[in-house]
C-alpha cells in the first residue's frame, strides 16, 4: 500500500494499519487522528484491536501543556517523599525493544461520566486533539481546566526528535500525522489475537486491512 494512499486516508479522518518493524515490538496498530474519532472508531479499537486506546501527541505540544513523561514524574515524586515509588522508575534495560517509554498522564475530560464508555473516550480524544490543535497555534490553555487524571485515555508523547531518536508507534503516527499535513494527535491501538495470545501477525494484520478496505504500512516505509 503507497504512502500517499496512508496520507490521503488520515487527512480524510479514516483509520490506518501501521506496523511498526519485526526487530521491534512487531505490533500492527490502528491508527486514526484523534480529532476525527467517533464513538464507532472506540468500539473497532476496543474489539478488533483489544490492545491499549492512547493518544500519541506531538512533543512540542506536549511541553506546551506541561504533559510529563510518567517515568520522570515518578522519579520526580520518588525524591520527594515518596522513596516507596523508587523502584517503579523505569530503568535502562526494562524494555527490551527500547530505551524508554512514552506513557505521559492519564486523562478523561471534565465533562465526561465515567470516562471508559465509548462515547466518553471519544469525547476525551477529540478533546485532545482540539487543545493541541490550540496550543500549536499559540494560544495559552491550563490543560487541567478541561481534564482531570487519573483517567481512561493513554496519553503518549512523541520524543522530540522523532524518527530520528525513537521509531515506536507514538513517533510513526505522529510523522504519518506532519506528513499528510494534519493535527499532530494520533489515536493509537494495537491489534492482539485472541488465539494465541500475542499481537496479531503481521499477516493477518494486512489481512484485516484488505477485508475492511484500511491501508497497511510498515514503520520502514514512513521516512
Known amino acids: 500500500m503507497s504512502l ?30 484523534a480529532l476525527s474519532v467517533t464513538p464507532a472508531d472506540v468500539a473497532r479499537m476496543r474489539c478488533d484491536g483489544g490492545g491499549l486506546i492512547c493518544v500519541a501527541v506531538h512533543g512540542d505540544a506536549a511541553d506546551r501543556l506541561g504533559l510529563p ?13 515518596h522513596s516507596s515509588l523508587r523502584s517503579l522508575v523505569e530503568k535502562k534495560g526494562d524494555i527490551p525493544y527500547d530505551s524508554r517509554s512514552s506513557f505521559s498522564l492519564w486523562v478523561n475530560h471534565r465533562d465526561t461520566f465515567t470516562g471508559i464508555t465509548d ?19 499559540g494560544e495559552k490553555l491550563d490543560f487541567g481546566r478541561e481534564f482531570r487524571s487519573p483517567g481512561h485515555v493513554a496519553l503518549l508523547r512523541a520524543a522530540p526528535g522523532l524518527l530520528e531518536e525513537r521509531r515506536g508507534q507514538t513517533e510513526l503516527s505522529i510523522q ?17 489475537d485472541c488465539c494465541t495470545g500475542k499481537a496479531l501477525s503481521k499477516e493477518d494484520a494486512r489481512k484485516y486491512g484488505v477485508r475492511h478496505n484500511m491501508p497497511f ?4 516505509d514512513v521516512f
Open 217 to 220: 504500512i510498515e514503520g520502514k
Open 119 to 137: 462515547i466518553d473516550r471519544a469525547f476525551t480524544i477529540k478533546k485532545v486533539g482540539e487543545t493541541v490543535e490550540k496550543v500549536l497555534k
Open 176 to 192: 504519518l500525522a506532519l506528513m499528510a499535513g494534519i493535527n499532530p494527535s494520533m489515536v493509537v491501538c494495537e491489534m492482539l
Open 69 to 81: 513523561f510518567m517515568s520522570e514524574l515518578l522519579k520526580s515524586v520518588s525524591l520527594n517523599g
Open 4 to 33: 500517499e494512499k496512508v496520507k490521503e486516508d488520515l487527512r480524510n479522518g479514516k483509520m490506518i494499519l501501521l506496523y511498526d518493524a519485526d526487530d521491534r515490538e512487531g505490533e500492527t496498530d490502528l491508527v486514526i487522528p
